[in-house]
């Protein structure tokens, strides 16, 4: 970010025009000779007003792209990763404490903005790190395109998925899909199994459970076909091109989401 990107950045929130901005500029450049364009600019945004936080990491937005589980540190603090898509690619994130970690639960493929983050370097690329000061926002809807639009949210093929450490959005054709029903917990949606006339759910203990439609898939993409497991309501789905959003666990694929069913024989 240069010394005029600065500007167009701020000059909606200030009430001095571009000429004056650029005199302000020059005159903390003649006061510390050692500080260049950009530096200036940012403290004389912040003489009018704008944090320097705010213009060094202007705000992400983008769609929710998966939420992990929630974890903690050795201290005892709760956290969680996520990442968010958007048109510049995919960012990992990490949110510290209860308010952000119970805001993000029901966030998947929803628009926010991220404001006042840290990011820190580490082995796996930049983490984008949402602390206490930090804010999460959710946006309309209707101000981003769908994360179905999204280039950066695929990858090329299943086989690139299995590489993924996280899901990500495919498209393949399904060409065997039998269905059968599971007894699941209504909390959690894990597999609940029979004891002395009851269900025990691993997680929840004695539960009353639910009927759950299992899709045993067969799918195919250029990659290969590959065995595929999709837990839900959602309409026969063989010789049909799938929309959706994945993951890897260990050989099976599992369907996490299915955003379109195309059949491609009409």
Known sequence: MCAEEV??????????DREEFFKMVSEIREKAKFINEKGAAIIAAEKLGIMADEILFPPIIGRVLEIGPVKRTRSGV????FWIVNSSGIKSCVAFGDQHVN?????????????KYVVAKTTFGPLTRVTEISKIEVLDDDLYIPITDIDKAYVNSIAELKKSRISKLCKAVVIFDQVTELSVCPICGLAVSPSNGDWVCSTHGLVDPELRKVHRLQVSDESGIYSATFYGEVEELKNKLIVFKATFRGEEL???KIYSVQNIFE
């Open 7 to 16: 500007w167009n950045y701020i000059k909606d929130r200030v009430s001095i």
């Open 78 to 81: 709760p956290y969680r990763m």
């Open 103 to 115: 805001f993000l639960e029901d966030l998947e493929d929803k628009l926010i903005k991220i404001s």
């Open 254 to 256: 599992y369907i996490l």
